[in-house]
């Protein structure tokens, strides 16, 4: 079975092996049990359930949440020679009567459908016609209210596994304890299925996290070192994702914004733009992202905090899913842990919902405030050990640390004394001993912690509450105007019985222009510009994506490897069969400079067993032309039988006959039995 798997990844795919984790799950999918797979973003979840769907008789149903997202993969995969719809509420009549009519003959290997689809009593009936075999599940956090992208309609697709009685794969990339078990629950009737849960680390993205200096200009020069590349910044709010869409747009960049209260029309209009074009940048909130399925996104900034660790993970995410580098960086504050603290005090969910919320959102601003490694950490709270990664900034650069225990007795001192209703800029100035009018009115000069605090500046104290808040050993109390108040968290250090190490503020750091790791070495670089325009020229004439041609990571391999024949060319990772007869030649013309003139009957050979055979096949009728002694009338084979003859590889003369007539299997049968015997 697995043999069957690796001849279809690398013909159809043109993948020379699995990802890590990838083969146990497609055996898992295709021996027919129920499968939730929880992989990293970019891990190849697609691939888990596309794979097996091609090995076996049968339509597999694939339950997808975007529009966006399922005509993307089904375009991905009529490229690749795989028969593949997608029904949604944005087809034609016309479009869905050739579907039903595909669906009837055969055609069609995998079909993709909403969930809110599964609410017309007609899709069962049609799903059992078709003979389905398999429904997949995408995004299958879905499902959860604990999940970020609930969608009620999710909870039909377990009525629709004991309707059809067929296996169920589930697939997600971030799913913690209590999702899983919504999962389980709502999907596969509490009957736990095999579960996966693969690696979370993406090596080939760099994680980097930046206090706010000037936000607008941290990413003005963020977006300028890697101007070009195609990249998503990430807002808090609708009206910052259109002044710094304007921003980026003034500064030369091409860039769009994009938000839930957009028109909708507007809204596919930036999704199409930003599929198709090389470049672009979107300015969005994260009503922009879970449909997303390009792979060449080069970097993910994010203009204010995200909502969790888990909001995080997902985000970023989506740079890289080509596996080549792929940078990103997050832009908090005080502000920005105020405001989610908020957000959380102030929503109408039950106390032990907002608990877990805050949790989340401390892992978050762990991984903000860390010390070490940031990929060790991110990793550590998806339960996985890892060495210092080498590709975070705390890695490039390690933190000046410092003892702040005394530091943050010294500012719990001052929250208690002033009864917990002050924020930091008060504080600070009790603390350093500046006797404003507000201090002396209320007789905040004659506290002991008055001017205790003057060894550390105004903005050393500003990074210190910061922190504070990032270890959540004081929370802003929306009651009270954003006072700070101390958590139980604090008690130890304020008792003496714990200290703390924090990092001295690196607001100088910000500002310096940040470091690109280049796609190629510098002699590929032009090759690479060259591969990209070709690549471009033919998604506009095609009217798809650039990456439904190639990917930048096959882009990159060709720049690197430069194969100079089309057997060369069939060993780069992601050029399968149908992509390497539809556009092999034209991208080893830009390559070798030269047009390759190799006959179509050869070309469908290239990188397969039979392609060397051929080679020998033509050169011999070629020296056979005109028989041993060169006299003889003038004859050859033609291509298209060489390559049935190279194909088949017969084993008696006989064989050979059904592909030569009676002249030709006199004049070459003898030499070309010879070829064959010799293999």
Avoid at 83 to 94: C, P, R
Avoid at 431 to 455: N, S, W
Avoid at 506 to 514: C, E, G, M, S, W
Avoid at 596 to 617: E, N, T, V
Wanted: hydrophobic fraction near 40%.
């Amino acid at each position: 079975m697995m043999r069957r798997a690796e001849e279809i990844l690398s013909s159809v795919y043109g993948f020379p092996g699995f990802r890590p984790g990838q083969a146990e799950i497609v055996a898992a999918v295709a021996s027919g049990e129920n499968v939730l797979a929880i992989m990293p973003t970019g891990g190849g979840k697609s691939l888990c359930f596309q794979l097996p769907a091609l090995m076996g008789d049968g339509v597999t149903v694939v339950i997808s949440p975007l529009i966006a997202l399922m005509r993307d993969q089904v375009r991905g995969l009529r490229e690749a020679g795989v028969g593949a719809a997608a029904l949604t509420s944005a087809n034609t009549e016309d479009e869905n009567e050739a579907i039903f009519a595909a669906l009837d003959e055969g055609a069609i290997k995998l079909l993709y459908m909403a969930p809110e689809r599964l609410a017309s009593g007609a899709t069962l009936s049609l799903l059992r016609r078709i003979g389905t075999r398999l429904i997949a599940v995408d995004e299958a956090h879905c499902v959860s209210q604990w999940g970020h992208d609930f969608r009620p309609d999710y909870l039909r697709i377990g009525d629709l596994r004991r309707a059809l009685a067929v296996p169920l794969a589930a697939f997600t990339a971030t799913a913690d304890e209590e999702t899983r078990a919504e999962i389980v629950t709502r999907l596969f009737d509490g009957e736990a299925p095999k579960t996966f849960l693969r690696g979370f680390d993406r090596p080939n993205i760099h994680l980097a996290f930046t206090v706010k200096d000037q936000p607008r200009r941290q990413i003005l020069d963020f977006a300028g070192a890697r101007r070009g590349q195609s990249g998503i910044v990430y807002c808090a709010t609708r009206a910052k994702t259109e002044t710094l869409a304007q921003a980026l747009g003034e500064a030369g960049h091409a860039a769009c914004h994009y938000h839930g209260g957009m028109d909708p029309d507007h809204r596919r209009q930036v999704e199409t733009r930003f599929q198709q074009d090389d470049g672009l940048i979107v300015v969005a909130t994260i009503a922009f992202g879970m449909g997303i399925d390009k792979p060449d996104i080069r970097w993910v900034a994010h203009a204010d905090l995200p909502k969790s660790i888990e909001g995080y993970y997902q985000e970023i995410g989506r740079a890289g899913r080509d596996g080549a580098p792929a940078d990103t960086m997050t832009l908090y504050g005080p502000d920005d842990i105020r405001l989610r603290r908020t957000q959380i005090d102030e929503g109408l969910a039950p106390p032990d919902r907002k608990a877990a919320d805050h949790a989340r959102l401390n892992a978050l601003l762990g991984l903000a405030e860390a010390t070490a490694c940031r990929r060790q950490r991110l990793l550590s709270y998806f339960g996985e050990a890892a060495e210092p990664c080498g590709n975070c900034d705390l890695c490039d650069t390690p933190p000046d640390l410092f003892d702040g225990t005394e530091a943050v007795r010294k500012a719990l001192s001052a929250i208690l004394r002033t009864g917990e209703s002050f924020g930091a800029g008060h504080l600070t100035d009790i603390l350093m001993g500046v006797a404003t009018d507000k201090i002396r009115q209320r007789g905040h000069d004659a506290l002991p912690t008055f001017g205790a605090g003057r060894d550390l500046g105004k903005a050393a104290w500003a990074a210190v509450f910061r922190q504070m808040m990032g270890h959540d050993l004081i929370r802003p109390d929306f009651e009270r105007h954003g006072a700070f108040r101390m958590t139980e968290a604090a008690r130890p250090i304020l008792r003496g019985e714990a200290t703390i190490t924090l990092r001295r503020d690196t607001i100088q750091r910000a500002r310096t222009a940040p470091v690109v790791r280049a796609l190629v070495a510098d002699e590929d670089a032009p090759l690479l510009s060259a591969l990209k325009a070709r690549r471009r020229a033919l998604a506009e004439a095609a009217k798809v994506p650039a990456y439904v041609i190639f990917t930048d990571r096959t882009l990159i391999e060709m720049a690197e490897t430069r194969p100079s024949t089309l057997d060369e060319m069939a060993h780069v990772s992601g050029v399968g069969a149908k992509k390497l007869e539809s556009y092999g030649a034209i991208f080893l013309e830009v390559i070798t400079g030269a047009p390759q003139d190799s006959h179509p009957a050869r070309r469908k050979l290239a990188g397969r067993p039979g392609a060397a055979l051929f080679d020998r096949l033509m050169e011999t009728q070629a020296q056979l032309s005109r028989g041993e002694d060169g006299t003889g009338k003038y004859l050859t084979v033609d291509p298209p039988a060489l390559r049935r003859i190279a194909e088949a590889r017969p084993k008696s003369r006989d064989q050979l006959a059904r592909y030569l007539d009676p002249a030709r299997a006199e004049r070459f049968g003898a030499a070309f039995m010879d070829i064959l015997a010799a293999g």
